[in-house]
């Protein structure tokens, strides 16, 4: 049973702390996504890559945000220092091109 | 820029009852349109998928609908179940957002036994 999977599932930190979130693609998926879903903003795109590639960062604070594929099975995001405002469930995704996307159980993350 | 909208934004049927959920989009320019389901506190389960050029799909007793050129999907839900209560999802990727999942508010679906 093919499925994106994520660590940690529940972060609490404190601000300036580093964060680190980690994903696993769905094998044989050659685009990876990271989303971010608040209350107030609901589910929004962060970055996403196509075969390691970055594609599209557009949406990622990059002055404490980053985002890396470090190989073909591993999605990393990062947050160095984080803020109360980064709280937020973040979730990865993946697809073969620009057909479906399949989601991960997220990584919900508190930020005190 | 690509919006996406999504009526109601909350429902209450009686179990047994078949429901509509809509969805519409400002840029007809779409790749496909994917419906989810998120239960709370969970991710998104990815329910159906239509491509640009397809007009609907059909999951058991799940159906959507795609009208491309006035920017409309809707999902049907046949006889539904106190299990299908969750908060349903529309996003559409292409026109100016690339591969990207542009989503809706989503319509928070309860269905009462």
């Known amino acids: 049973d093919a499925r994106v999977t994520q660590t940690p599932r529940h972060k609490v930190t404190e601000m300036g702390q580093e964060v680190t979130m980690r994903c696993q693609p769905i094998?044989?998926?050659?685009?990876v996504f990271w989303y971010r879903q608040t209350m107030m903003q609901g589910l929004e795109l962060l970055a996403y890559?196509?075969?390691?590639?970055?594609?599209?960062d557009s949406g990622m604070p990059k002055d404490r945000f980053s985002a890396e594929m470090p190989d073909a099975t591993l999605a990393t995001l990062k947050i160095q220092p984080s803020e109360p405002r980064d709280s937020a469930v973040y979730f990865c995704?993946?697809?073969?091109?620009?057909?479906?996307?399949?989601f991960g159980p997220g990584t919900r993350l508190t930020v005190l | 820029k690509q919006e996406v909208t999504q009526i109601p934004a909350a429902l209450s049927v009686p179990e047994g009852e078949n429901l509509v959920l809509n969805c519409s989009f400002t840029?007809?320019?779409?790749?496909?349109l994917q419906w989810f389901r998120q239960d709370p506190g969970k991710g998104l389960t990815s329910l159906l998928l239509?491509?640009?050029?397809?007009r609907e799909q059909t999951s058991g007793r799940l159906n959507a609908s795609l009208d491309k050129s006035s920017g409309r999907s809707t999902l049907y839900i046949a006889a539904s179940q106190p299990g299908d209560s969750a908060t349903y999802l529309c996003?559409?990727?292409?026109?100016?957002?690339?591969?990207?999942?542009?989503f809706g508010e989503g319509t928070q679906l309860t269905v009462n036994p």
């Open positions: 239509i491509q640009s050029s397809q």
């Open positions: 890559f196509r075969n390691r590639a970055p594609l599209d």
């Open positions: 995704a993946s697809g073969l091109g620009s057909f479906e996307q399949f």
């Open positions: 094998l044989g998926h050659n685009t």
């Open positions: 996003a559409v990727t292409g026109g100016t957002s690339g591969s990207r999942l542009t």
């Open positions: 840029d007809s320019a779409i790749y496909n």
